[in-house]
């Protein structure tokens, strides 16, 4: 009986030494993983080798790949023997649910089950698609969709009293957000929705195709709404101070003339929005798609087939987690307390004085988005 037993385990280690063999055997191939997570507790999606006491998405990413025999080893201490690539490097407790991620790696069978079993269920990978052998998911992504969800009462007038749970958002100040928004689109100079850069550094220049905030919901019986911005690239920041501004001028704070204003090349300090609610929705890969979509051998990356999957993964992982947050910590709550002491019309000098300050807060874990610079 216990010759039996040993013989079983001997066998057992023996199977799995015959995959492991069969997995290095298998030849690595160029995919994109789909991927979505909640950031709530990380300081951001990219991995910073060295710093383990700042956990990233990407730590569990890289574990659970070498964990199901998808890369080797040394592979996952070097991440650019696979030649990794994220399509954008979500900020500390930014969630994503359509981020895209390049990499090399051996097609073993069930290879999605297999990714999962090692991840904890705030993160899946919910799609897989070969491409291109010089494919880089960065480089490649004509465009970035964001979504910033937070309570319609950020937007109540200044001179109102508001009770937070009570407020219903109007008509007439939706239509005001949304003629506010819409002033953001097209080429404009961003230098101040972002630290280190200057009025006349070329790649503050952004472009932005569509920004719109959606009918409100109730959840919990707090009113929500969900702004929607599709631009080419973000910088460090920008979402969160393009928002902020509009909230400023909604409640009374600054005048509409502001925007205009803070594309010039005087400074202006622009407030940031909490990072609670900015989610990455989806990465857009249109001039690849043209190109290599229908060429017999490719597919086009377009998500069709897994929307449902990321819309249960939201109602699961992404929006009860800002929910909750937001009832528990009152992150916006508390940042509009201080709109009221922010400085509009401050100064050049003022400016470097605060942007030393927040350099030295460990908010600046990451970007936005994914620019050319924020990598």
Partial sequence: EENGHQNKRLKTGADEEDSEDQNKKLPKRKIVLLMAYSGKGYHGMQRNVGSSQFKTIEDDLVSALVQSGCIPENHGEDMKKMSFQRCARTDKGVSAAGQIVSLKVRLIDDILEKINNHLPSHIRILGLKRVTGGFNSKNKCDARTYSYMLPTFAFAHKDH???????????????????????????????????????????????????????????ENIEFAVIKVKGQSFMMHQIRKMIGLVIAIVKGYAAESIIERSWGEEKVDVPKAPGLGLVLERVHFEKYNRRFGNDGLHEPLEWTQEEEKIAVFKEQYIYPTIINTEKEEKSMANWLNTLSIHDFNSSAVEMQVNNKHS????DLEGSDGCGDDSD
Wanted: proline share 5%.
């Fill in 359 to 362: 350099k030295n807060s460990s």
């Fill in 161 to 219: 009293d508001v009770q937070e749970e009570l407020y219903r958002l109007d008509r007439e100040t939706l239509e005001k957000v949304n003629k506010l928004l819409a002033c953001y689109k097209g080429t404009h100079n961003f230098h101040n929705f972002t630290s280190q850069k200057g009025p006349r550094d070329p790649s503050a220049k952004r472009y932005i195709m569509e920004m719109y905030c959606g009918e409100p919901f109730e959840r």
